[in-house]
């Protein structure tokens, strides 16, 4: 498996319409009538903290030279938001092992989509860090929330629908343009011709570097 396979169960082009799909299942397989929203809470909360982090760098220069920060990984924090609780979901009513072993590998899915953000330089460590921090912090709060609560078991026809459309969208492999969409709006929020960027941040820790002012260098990939 190569990177790039990994790192597209961290892509929005995927995992926004499998949150949709938790949504629409969590009621379904769920005794907890509020299960739902607070699905919905957690998967748009960890969205919209991602994109706040992403518009203040690109729009305003706010981040990190020191620690290379340029704001969360959006790939590591969605997918470890959703992974956990779809393996969750999923695992229904298999033997407590069985679970178990899901709901690791629902953990580990996530880790190796940060291992491929670093391996294709898509983004920094601490990046990855704070977006895998960010990510399982609100998938286990979700799964908190649900440890009394009683899933009904998939049968093997109702799990391939459940992961019908993911397996679609992987083997058509187009990816999202979340990161082209931030960067315009962060452009005409903060009235600049281009983005700020990961070389403009570094450029402030050289002692030649300009102080304040829109960045020069062309869009990198954060």
Not at 3 to 23: E, H, N, Q, R
Not at 47 to 65: E, P, Y
Request: net charge positive; hydrophobic share 50%.
């Amino acid at each position: 498996m190569t990177w790039k396979v990994l790192t597209y169960f961290g892509d929005s082009m995927l995992l926004l319409p499998t949150a949709v799909i938790i949504a629409l299942i969590m009621p379904w397989k769920s005794d907890n009538r509020r299960a739902v929203w607070y699905w919905l809470l957690a998967f748009g909360l960890a969205g919209l903290i991602v994109s706040v982090s992403k518009i203040l760098f690109m729009a305003f220069g706010i981040g990190s030279a020191r620690y290379n920060f340029t704001g969360f990984s959006g790939h590591s924090a969605m997918s470890a938001t959703l992974w956990p609780v779809m393996l969750w979901l999923l695992s229904g009513r298999l033997p407590p092992v069985w679970r178990r072993i899901t709901l690791v590998i629902g953990y580990l899915i996530p880790l190796m989509v940060g291992v491929s953000r670093l391996a294709i330089h898509a983004h920094s460590v601490s990046e990855v860090i704070a977006g895998l921090i960010l990510g399982y912090t609100l998938s286990s709060l979700f799964l908190l929330s649900q440890r009394r609560s009683q899933l009904k078991g998939f049968n093997l026809p109702q799990i391939g629908a459940a992961l019908l459309v993911p397996l679609l969208i992987m083997g058509h492999g187009r990816i999202a343009t979340t990161q082209s969409f931030l960067e315009h709006l962060s452009m005409n929020l903060a009235g600049l011709e281009k983005p700020w960027t990961r070389s403009d941040l570094l450029k402030l820790r050289q002692p030649t570097s300009h102080a304040v002012g829109a960045p020069q260098s062309d869009t990198a990939p954060l």
